[in-house]
């Protein structure tokens, strides 16, 4: 698998989400981004998602 793998363009290989993410995550604030009404929003919907699902209780 690894083989096949590494015969791949690096096009078809894709990018590595966590080398797209871990620069930006280093300079961004959980204060900061609370913030930002959008950021709030997918939290609160996060939270309602996970209640619903049984993963969390209020």
Do not use: C, H, N, W
Request: proline residues 3%.
């Amino acid at each position: 698998m690894r083989t096949a793998y590494a015969q791949r363009t690096q096009r078809r290989r894709g990018v590595d989400i966590a080398d797209l993410y871990q620069p930006l995550a280093d300079q961004i604030r959980l204060e900061k981004l609370k913030q930002l009404p959008a950021y709030r929003q997918l939290i609160d919907d996060t939270i309602t998602a996970l209640t619903s699902l049984g993963f969390i209780s209020t």
